[in-house]
T-cell receptor, first 117, second 113 residues
Framework: NAGVTQTPKFRILKIGQSMTLQCTQD?????MYWYRQDPGMGLKLIYY???????DKGEVPNGYNVSRSTTEDFPLRLELAAPSQTSVYFC????????????????FGNGTRLTVT | KNQVEQSPQSLIILEGKNCTLQ??????????LRWYKQDTGRGPVSLTI?????NTKSNGRYTATLDADTKQSSLHITASQLSDSASYIC????????????FGTGTRLQVFP
């Protein structure tokens, strides 16, 4: 069982370039999330989705876009990369729990380490 | 402002010893508290999730406690092993669907032989 798979593992971008971080899960989870993790900081939510066709902004959405055309996939798009987007990006998924969006454990991928220079 | 604070920032212990990590939060109203383990270069993995009505929960050598009145939680690791070396992250959820998870900055634990 693969769980949550993220690609690529590492990427270096030049300022102004664009890229898509891929995320796919095989657990049939409705909920999916994108977080970024910066040194000395707690994970910050970028975007999340409660089901195919539904996405919503998190705490730090500026400079990013997402789409959710299928249950399995939740790609994160960076347009016009900036040094401030240098970070480790984690995708996660969870199953609905007791009617709460945030009630179930998150299953994380192993991250994409992105450097923008 | 909703916050989650963890202490200590880092901890070094010898293999076989016990240790306790602390988490204080200000999230209110509160729904649940989770502890995650994050190995270097990997994503966090869930250890426990406790609702406001639970006081303690165990997962093998890991035991989490929760005092919702004082807004404190602890993670106790018994008979530590080298594989326990990791960051341990406390995460708190508010009670409303509009509340997002609040992540602590983690405690980095190193276990030496």
């Amino acid at each position: 069982n693969a769980g949550v798979t993220q690609t690529p593992k590492f990427r270096i971008l030049k300022i102004g370039q664009s890229m898509t971080l891929q995320c796919t899960q095989d657990m049939n989870h409705n909920y999916m999330y994108w977080y970024r993790q910066d040194p000395g900081m707690g994970l910050k939510l970028i975007y999340y989705s409660v089901g195919a066709g539904i996405t919503d902004k998190g705490e730090v959405p500026n400079g990013y876009n997402v789409s959710r055309s299928t249950t399995e996939d939740f790609p994160l798009r960076l347009e016009l990369a900036a040094p401030s987007q240098t970070s480790v990006y984690f995708c996660a998924s969870s199953a609905p729990g007791q009617g709460e969006v945030w009630g179930s454990p998150l299953h994380f991928g192993n991250g994409t380490r992105l450097t923008v220079t | 402002k909703n916050q989650v604070e963890q202490s200590p920032q880092s901890l070094i212990i010898l293999e076989g010893k016990n240790c306790t990590l602390q988490c204080n939060y200000t999230v209110s109203p509160f729904s649940n508290l989770r502890w995650y383990k994050q190995d270097t270069g990997r994503g966090p993995v869930s250890l426990t999730i406790m609702t406001f009505s639970e006081n303690t929960k165990s997962n093998g050598r890991y035991t989490a406690t929760l005092d919702a009145d004082t807004k404190q939680s602890s993670l106790h690791i018994t008979a530590s092993q080298l594989s326990d070396s990791a960051s341990y992250i406390c995460v708190v959820s508010g009670r409303y669907n509009t509340d997002k998870l609040i992540f602590g900055t983690g405690t980095r634990l190193q276990v030496f032989p």
